[in-house]
């Protein structure tokens, strides 16, 4: 029984041999035997899938390299704007100081007082005092009540004992503010005063019978001891005629100084003279 049991099972394994035998050399229809063509046909299937990884992974690195490139590429050329346009701004600063203290200069040679050139150095951090500080003090002939213009008009007064080195400037627009004015045409005389309106100066006591018109010109009179006659304010921007019992108009003057753009200025180191220009 064993001995035909073995016989049966080395006969199906000659058998199964010779059909695989047989398989190989049967070819299929692309010419090569039935079994290297389904070997290859695996194969190249693998290798294809292989072969799109591979290319998309170079794909990816590339674009990724790339990409980063260009981002690289972007923030340098933007630092180089920033660069150039640092550069721009600072040569119109340098233009604009420039043009001031020209300015300054043709100023300081047509006033008949003594001046001395100063520059602003601070600002007061309390809101509302406009109070600004400049490099010129007590060694440098600067008193209190002193008066400050510049190249396009009044800006203000010294206050409060200056150091050595340094004075603080109370801009004409601030609250306390003020100065004897009269206006160019129709001579009308008052104190400007300063404040939080808009514009910021307003000329106070203005008779009605004078004819203040909007667009005139104000220039300090000299009757207020510290500036002296002749100095540009502003320029009248709005006129409301008083009524009823009032007595006096309602004047606006926008002022000649830009005090935000404020740099450069005159410190004039003499008491009220009459000088020429204006009124």
Partial sequence: MDRTRRTLVVFLALSFG????????????????????????????????????SNMGRSFWSN??????????NEALQMKVLDLEGQVQAQAA??????????????QQSVAAPTLSARVIAGDPMPGTMVVTINRGSADGVETNMAVIGHAGVVGRVINRPTA??????????????????????????????????????LDYVDLLRD?????????????GI????FLIGTIERVVRGSGSGTYSEIAIRPAVDFANLQFVLVILAKPVGVGGGA
């Fill in 212 to 224: 203040v018109q909007v667009g005139e010109q104000v220039w300090t009179s000299g009757s207020d």
């Fill in 165 to 202: 080195h340094a004075a603080q400037v109370q801009l004409l627009i601030g609250h306390n503010a003020g100065a004897g004015a009269i206006t160019a045409t129709s001579e009308a005389v008052g104190p400007v005063h300063g404040g939080a309106g808009t514009p910021p100066l307003a």
């Fill in 64 to 73: 990724y390299v790339a990409l980063h490139g260009v981002v690289a590429e």
């Fill in 94 to 107: 340098i233009a604009s100081q420039a043009r001031e203290l020209e300015r300054l200069l043709d100023l």
């Fill in 18 to 53: 010779h059909v695989l035998l047989l398989s190989v050399q049967v070819q299929s229809r692309s010419g090569l035997p039935w079994l290297q063509a389904a070997t290859f046909g695996v194969f190249a299937r693998v290798q294809q899938v292989t072969d799109d990884l």
């Fill in 227 to 230: 500036f002296p006659r002749g």
